[in-house]
């Protein structure tokens, strides 16, 4: 369960004075030892073990308490959690030693200490142990504080690994050729999450792999998402994982999540290459329902390729252009969308050439499109540095030109969800409260790149010198 803002700050600040706190007794107690040590007076010996005992017993034992619970919450309460950083696992291994040391060994020579100058005045062995053993509590206190500040070393394995809920594959049937469709359900049958035409999940896979795919199914139908994965022969792996999963097999996923919506338009043209008809599908199947003008464009290397081709004719007769390469020309984009209403929303996803076709040709405001990978035309932009300022903490970052603003974010704010990395799948959308944000994602439609009030972190840049970031 995350703490709000307000709470989190409450828990920080109890932490941080209740931690420096007890570096500040730890100090006390090495002044004491030494005092108890060094003095010859009998009475000023069993002073100083009286003012150890009393911080020893009370007031050290508060500090500690209210530091340790406090460190817990905020590891619950927070994305850093206990074990999902190494700096946080390191400072309750030092929290650890500290206790042992406090109360397996300092604690005992300060009582052994107490007695022997009230009995004899003289000094123990513990007495003098308490000279190095203090010292060396409040070093590994001290380094717990610098640790905090610094946050070093990264995430743990577990810390790595991507959350999501779990879900079953249903079944699995090839579709065309090198083409799947898997179902994914809940393990005990429960409805899955709502979603609308044009979204998709990510599959978090056995490997660790994340991957983002389309669902093609019926928005109505909440039994199961589908989507349909190509085996990509050169890719990196995640396509040929998904294509070795057998019915049973539970994964997790995240999402549903929409970056390509259907908006209310008089009429659609689909424009489909290869794979990229499935997050078209369901829009397709919404449009007809409400008995609203389409026409859908299917372009694909041979018949055998194109999933769900003949389906999709034989369901929509007379809307459904199939064009084969292997046996037909490419279509006249610019002829089709001569004929086509003034007013048609042309929707589209596939190749990088296909996408780069429709946008040189319609205007900005009715073309909606899905990209499967980043452009390169972004991601070769020289980059400049910058500043970013997160607003609910005033911490202040430089950007430079050879990091990416997620990879510098992630350190002050570990809750910030990442997926594909490549500007693609929108996990990692933070809002912009000021500055003017340079998107080289593509997941802003093209009417939507100048927008300011958003920003993809983990390509995106800044054109001002400066982004205030609601984070
Ligand atoms: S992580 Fe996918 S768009 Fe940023």
């Keep these: 369960m995350r703490m709000s803002q307000r709470t989190r700050k409450l828990a920080l600040a109890l932490h941080v004075v209740f931690s420096v706190g007890w570096i500040g007794i730890s100090a006390s107690m090495v002044v004491l030892a030494l005092v108890g040590l060094n003095t ?27 530091s340790l619970i406090t460190g817990v919450w905020l590891g619950l309460g927070t994305p850093f959690g206990l074990i999902r950083y190494w700096w946080v696992v390191a400072k309750q291994v030092l929290f650890g030693l500290v206790m042992i040391g406090a109360f397996g060994f300092t604690h005992i020579w300060v009582i052994g200490g107490l007695d022997e ?51 079953v594959v249903k079944d699995i049937r090839l579709v065309a050729e090198d083409i799947v469709s898997v179902a994914l359900a809940d393990p005990k049958g429960a409805s899955l999450d709502a979603w609308t035409p044009g979204a998709h999940v990510d599959l978090i896979l056995p490997s660790g792999k994340v991957r983002q795919y389309s669902i093609h199914s019926d928005p109505a139908d909440r039994s199961a998402y589908r989507c349909a994965v190509l085996l990509e022969r050169d890719g990196r792996g995640g396509s040929r994982e998904i294509h070795g999963l057998k019915p049973g097999k539970r994964i997790a996923i995240r999402g549903p999540r929409n970056n390509f919506p259907l908006v209310d338009a008089p009429s659609y043209l689909f424009v489909a290459g290869g794979i990229g008809v499935t997050p078209l599908m369901p829009m397709i199947r919404s449009v007809d329902d409400r008995r609203i003008p389409w026409r859908l464009v299917y ?55 296909l996408l780069e076709a429709l946008t040189r040709i319609v205007p900005s405001q009715r073309l909606h499109i899905e990209h499967f990978v980043a452009s390169t035309a972004l991601s070769d932009l020289p980059k400049q540095p910058f500043d970013v300022v997160l607003a609910s903490t005033s911490t202040k970052l430089t950007i430079p030109s050879e990091q990416t ?10 809750g910030i969800e990442a997926s594909c990395e490549d500007g693609v799948c929108g996990t990692c959308k933070v809002a912009v409260l000021s500055g003017v944000p340079e998107h080289r994602d593509n997941v802003l439609q093209p009417a939507e790149r100048d927008r300011d009030d958003v920003i993809y972190p983990c390509v995106s840049r800044a054109k001002s010198a400066r982004l205030v970031l609601d984070l």
């Design 40 to 66: 010859t007076h009998p009475g000023v010996r069993v002073g100083s073990y009286n003012a150890l005992m009393t911080l020893d017993e009370t007031i050290m034992g508060i500090f500690a308490l209210v």
């Design 117 to 167: 100058a009230l009995a004899t005045g003289g000094i123990t062995s513990g007495g003098v142990a308490l000279v190095f053993g203090a010292p060396t509590l409040m070093a590994l206190l001290t380094a717990a504080a610098v640790i905090s500040v610094y946050k070093p070393w990264g995430r743990t394995p577990r810390g790595k690994r991507p959350a999501g809920t779990t879900v």
């Design 299 to 353: 372009v694909g290397r041979s018949l055998r390729s194109m999933a769900f081709a003949m389906e999709l004719r034989n369901r929509y007769p007379g809307r459904v252009a199939l064009h084969p390469r292997d046996t037909t020309n490419r279509p006249d984009l610019a002829a089709i969308l001569r004929w086509a209403p003034s007013d048609c929303h042309v929707y589209s996803c596939g190749p990088e050439r």
């Design 405 to 414: 603003l997620l990879a510098a974010l992630r350190e002050y704010a570990p």
